[in-house]
């Protein structure tokens, strides 16, 4: 039997921090390579965020599965992926975890139950629904888990999904990452009830977490993923978080004042970085630090030095067959 995590070592609190490091680090060179025009095209960074990835994928096994969203690096990290690999993938080499042709938005490596990113708003929820009600068909105790942010939560598929989940008890877990804003607009102003309460209508057990502490999360899913495990049921946690950096990468260039420099600065003071490093002995933090950044070094070598696909082979992957269309069809 595979304990929690086996595949993305975050089944100590040692493995946790160096996960959390490990996507921030990967977030920080992805935006280098964006500013550079390296990466074409912008990514939506998940820094600020990363306890929600590691607490949930914590509490899973290998077999489990996951659905992402469009800011989902560190979901695909935290549930295993090569982080050389998903950097190719973003800039769109042959060595991606896709072939360069999913790029940020849609990373997926089912080798490993990611399902993949996800460029539509809402869109892993009947994923993850349909994933878990496999598990069932199957007679084995894999779990589901759909990551999704506030905006979904007016999204109707979402609901939709909890009414399935519910009516048919599903193994599913619904981790809403509520950072406060949908693009620029507020949550406070979009979104009529509560997250929970959206949920528990539903008849789905529903908890709000502080979603910048990596053991909270870790506990509040390791709890809802054990009950669904054991069929009872789907779960929904609200995880209350903050993004420190813009909705997406050319945010900067757009003078936006949808939120003031005060309020990201008291959500920094919630990092969830430093709160994991002061659990480790002295002195670990900052050897897994340095043990980050050679591994995101070597990744960075190795995405860039990775080849660019050819382009007489845009078309290849397009049709299940390998078909490519009849000459002269627009089809
Ligand atoms: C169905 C759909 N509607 C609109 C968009 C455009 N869009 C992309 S991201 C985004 C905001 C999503 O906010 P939230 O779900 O809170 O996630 P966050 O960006 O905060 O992580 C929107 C509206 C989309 N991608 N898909
Ligand atoms: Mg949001």
Redesign the pocket.
């Known amino acids: 039997m595979t304990s929690p995590a086996d595949s993305a070592g975050l089944g100590s609190p040692a493995g946790r921090y160096r996960m959390l490091r490990l996507i921030r680090g990967f977030e920080e060179l992805a935006l280098d390579l964006v500013r550079s025009g390296a990466i074409t095209g912008g990514i939506?960074p998940y820094i600020g965020?990363e306890a929600v990835a590691v607490g949930v994928c914590a509490a899973l096994r290998p077999q489990d599965r996951i659905t992402s969203?469009?800011?989902g690096h560190g979901h695909v990290l935290a549930k295993g992926a090569a982080p050389d690999r998903l950097l190719a993938e973003l800039l769109g080499r042959t060595s991606g975890l896709n072939q360069g042709r999913g790029g940020s938005m849609h990373a997926a490596d089912f080798s490993l139950g990611i399902l993949g990113a996800n460029?539509?708003?809402?869109?892993g929820g009947p994923i993850a629904v349909g994933a878990a009600w496999s598990a069932r068909q199957a007679g084995e105790d894999r779990v589901a888990v759909a990551f999704?942010?506030?905006?979904?939560?007016n999204?109707g598929v979402l609901l939709e999904s909890f009414n399935l989940a519910a009516m048919w008890q599903l193994p599913v877990l619904f981790v809403c990452?509520?950072?406060g804003?949908?693009?620029t607009?507020p949550?406070a102003t979009a979104v009529a009830g509560s997250a929970t309460g959206r949920a528990a209508a539903f008849g789905i057990p529903a908890a709000e977490v502080d979603g910048m502490d990596t053991e909270a999360v870790r506990s509040a899913a390791t709890e809802a993923v054990t009950r669904a495990r054991g069929g009872g049921g789907p779960g929904f946690l609200e995880c209350r978080t903050y993004?420190f950096e813009g909705?997406h990468t050319m945010e900067r260039l757009m003078k936006l004042h949808y939120r003031t420099a005060e309020e990201i600065a008291d959500w920094r003071e919630h990092d969830p970085l430093p709160r994991a490093a002061a659990l480790l002995p002295d002195g670990l933090a900052a050897k897994l630090d340095a043990s980050v950044r050679e591994q995101l070094a070597a990744a960075e070598q190795f995405a860039l030095g990775s080849e660019h696909p050819d382009p007489e082979r845009a078309l290849d992957h397009l049709y299940a067959d390998g078909l490519r269309p009849r000459a002269g069809s627009t089809a």
């Open positions: 939506h965020q969203t469009h800011r460029g539509i708003v809402g869109a999704f942010g506030d905006g979904a939560l999204q990452e509520n950072n804003y949908a693009t607009l949550a993004r909705h």
